[in-house]
């Protein structure tokens, strides 16, 4: 919703790229910055210039030169200000804190908070951030945007949200920002994962990857010659709701047969309980007999204390998982494929039964291609992806 700090205009662009160059690539002399972007070295020491009053850039250092004057070196400013990335769930928030140059300086994970789909209890939530904040002894003041994860189908220009729908003439983010006192940008939130792994995490900047969260839900976001892919809509990247099972599971969007129904923790959850429930012997066996309730967290940990049930239902919907991928692959030929959420906690025993369904299901020629990587970023892919994702929408640059 909120517009960018630069008003358009030519010198105003070359403000965009020089910050997008500094993020992506680092910093720069004045001389680099010239050829980088074709311009006159007189205009780039004056845009530079106004960059380091508005405090977006820095005097970095010197450059190593064979000898004469060492030219300066120019970066981000990471102390411009904060950029504050927010998770939020059913049960609890995340919260991320980040400077202007994108280092994380404070994660709190799975703050209890059971959202509701009001303007009040959105109005709390934002309260309890301030109060994250303070206790962190992060000033909100410093904070120059915020950005909020949302599952579900979120119109990140509009600032609805239909998982938490308010009505017509009040957009989430509208109500987010009233509270906050700063830009806020809502996002789904595999789009923001996939952000946070392009930007800081395993994708090291490739420019053509896909990042499926495999997490309750089933998700995916795009990045297609380096840029985050959107859709028409704002609604691209719907794996979960892809009609490519005949197994007459009926999906929380109504339809029948959406791979979430069996690529997904909701599936691994509904299959080992049905496994359970017909007899099969697990670790948690005994916490079923019980009637005590068993979550997807602990059928994770079984996984990882190699309980063979689990082992063996994640391998099935692994599997599963990897014969749509193998389309995506033959679709996309991207250069890479990040696979992140909670269930990817399960690491290789997710992976390997997935890459056999590439290897089967896709083409040879195009797979080869394709390195298939775990989130470098893990739990903090989402609030990290939001933290970046903001300060690119606040700079224009996306």
């Known amino acids: 919703m909120t517009t960018s700090l630069f008003a358009d205009g030519k010198n105003s662009s070359l403000k965009k790229q020089i910050l997008n160059l500094c993020i992506n690539e680092g910093d720069f002399s004045l001389s680099d910055l010239s050829k980088e972007l074709n311009t006159s070295i007189p205009t780039i020491t004056k845009l530079v210039g106004e960059l380091i009053d508005e405090g977006f850039l820095e005097e970095v250092g010197k450059m190593d030169t064979s000898g004469g004057r060492r030219p300066s070196i120019y970066g981000l400013n990471p102390s411009a200000g904060y950029f ?16 202007f140059k994108g280092t994380l300086l404070n994660f709190e994970e799975r703050v209890g908070f059971q959202i509701q789909n009001s303007e009040e209890s959105f109005r709390e939530m934002c309260r309890l951030i301030l109060s994250i904040l303070k206790e962190n002894g992060i000033n909100p003041d410093k904070v120059l945007a915020y ?11 509009t600032g609805y949200c239909f998982t938490y729908f308010l009505g017509e003439d009040k957009p989430i983010a509208s109500v987010l920002e009233d509270e906050m006192g700063r830009p806020v940008y809502v996002e789904n939130d595999s789009r923001a994962m996939t952000y946070g792994e392009y930007i800081c995490g395993v994708a090291n900047k490739e420019s053509n990857m896909l990042f499926i969260n495999v ?22 990247g ?8 005949n197994n007459n599971q009926i999906c929380h969007c109504g339809k029948i047969g959406c ?17 359970l429930s017909e007899g099969r012997s697990s670790t948690l066996s005994d916490k079923y007999n019980k009637g005590e309730k068993i979550h997807i967290e602990d059928i994770i940990e079984a996984v990882n204390e190699e309980d063979v049930l689990a082992i063996e239902v994640v391998e099935e919907i692994g599997f599963t998982l990897g014969k749509a991928v193998a389309g995506l692959i033959n679709l996309f030929n991207p250069e890479l494929l990040v696979i992140g959420g909670n269930v990817a906690q399960t690491k290789e025993y997710l992976l390997l039964p997935l890459k056999s369904a590439i290897q089967k299901h896709s083409l040879n020629i195009i797979n080869s291609d394709t390195s298939i990587k775990l989130s470098k970023l893990g739990a903090k892919a989402g609030t990290i992806g939001s933290c970046m994702l903001s300060r690119s929408k606040l700079l224009g640059l996306l």
């Open 147 to 157: 950005g909020f994860n949302l599952t579900g189908r979120v119109n990140n220009e």
């Open 84 to 99: 504050v990335g927010i998770d939020v769930r059913r049960k609890f928030i995340s919260v991320a804190v980040t400077d």
């Open 215 to 236: 997490s309750w839900g089933l998700g995916m976001g795009m990045i297609l010659e380096g840029t985050l892919s959107y859709g028409k809509s704002g609604f691209s």
């Open 259 to 275: 791979l979430e129904t069996g690529a997904s923790g909701s599936a691994i959850y509904r299959i080992f309980m049905e496994k």
């Open 238 to 245: 719907e794996i979960g709701h892809f009609p490519l099972l």
